[in-house]
């Protein structure tokens, strides 16, 4: 199978402050890694897209001074929430796809999801 | 560009009844279609996915979809549903290239009742 882990799974956090989201490939290598944010009841918007070793490719509307994206490896990509507010407050989940070529490449492997409180 | 259209926000539907989940799509280019299951405070599963061929595909948990590339539709289906199976589902199309971006559906709440 493919696993994909992150952490943390839950973080309260103040406003003002940041908090870095890990998401990890734990069997499999990564060559791009996705992130999504959700908010209750509703579907996953995608915020970004992150290939390994270049800059994240943001959707439109997504603010990338504020949410900071780093993929530094083949199986870890991060995302950084700076300067939290609680419009913020979200579960943010992340998926990762194994190269192109690679059997299975085009199913994303979800992560559990971080919900995110700002207070 | 593409788009996802899931048809209704909740369906509720007595144990052992059949269900359908109906989800349409738009795009410009080639896809891949897919269905995932979310439980609550959950990342998404995996239901199945249309990648190419016979356009009726099964996944796991009885699920199976068919793909009608006409009336472009990719409607979920089990012919007997379970209380295990009261979650969220989404319809997601993803382009065939362009960087494989994936989009989702809004989501239908499958409640299922004793």
């Known amino acids: 199978g493919a696993v994909v882990s992150q952490h943390p799974s839950w973080v309260i956090c103040k406003s003002g402050t940041s908090v870095k989201i890990e998401c990890r490939s734990l069997d499999f290598q990564a060559t791009t890694m996705f992130w999504y944010r959700q908010f209750p009841k509703q579907s996953l918007m995608l915020m970004a897209t992150s290939n390994e070793g270049s800059k994240a490719t943001y959707e439109q509307g997504v603010e990338k001074d504020k949410f900071l994206i780093n993929h530094a490896s083949l199986t870890l990509s991060t995302l950084t929430v700076t300067s939290a507010h609680p419009e913020d407050s979200s579960f943010y989940i992340c998926?990762?796809?194994?190269?192109?070529?690679?059997?299975?490449?085009?199913?994303?492997?979800f992560g559990p999801g971080t919900r995110l409180t700002v207070t | 560009a593409q788009s996802v259209t899931q048809l209704d926000s909740q369906v509720p539907v007595f144990e052992e009844a059949p269900v359908e989940l109906r989800c349409n799509y738009s795009s410009s280019v080639s896809v891949y279609l897919f269905w995932y299951v979310q439980y609550p405070n959950q990342g998404l599963q995996l239901l199945l996915k249309y990648l190419s061929g016979s356009t009726l595909v099964k996944g796991i948990n009885g699920f199976e979809a068919e793909f009608n590339k006409s009336q472009t539709s990719f409607h979920l289906r089990k012919p007997s549903v379970h209380i295990s199976d009261t979650a969220e589902y989404f319809c997601a199309v993803s382009d065939r290239g362009g960087g494989f971006k994936t989009i989702f559906g809004a989501g239908t709440r499958l409640f299922v009742k004793a």
């Open positions: 998926s990762a796809r194994r190269p192109e070529g690679e059997g299975g490449w085009y199913e994303q492997y």
